[in-house]
């Protein structure tokens, strides 16, 4: 899954691909 975050923010480094980063990292955190 972190592959997939990488490359999907490597292809368009977005305020809307860091939210989705930080939001998937909150769930999996919990």
């Not at 972190?2 to 919990?30: D, M, Q, Y």
């Amino acid at each position: 899954m972190s592959r997939l975050l990488e490359t999907l923010f490597r292809n368009s480094p977005t305020p809307r691909t860091l939210a989705i980063l930080g939001s998937v990292k909150g769930s999996s955190e919990k």
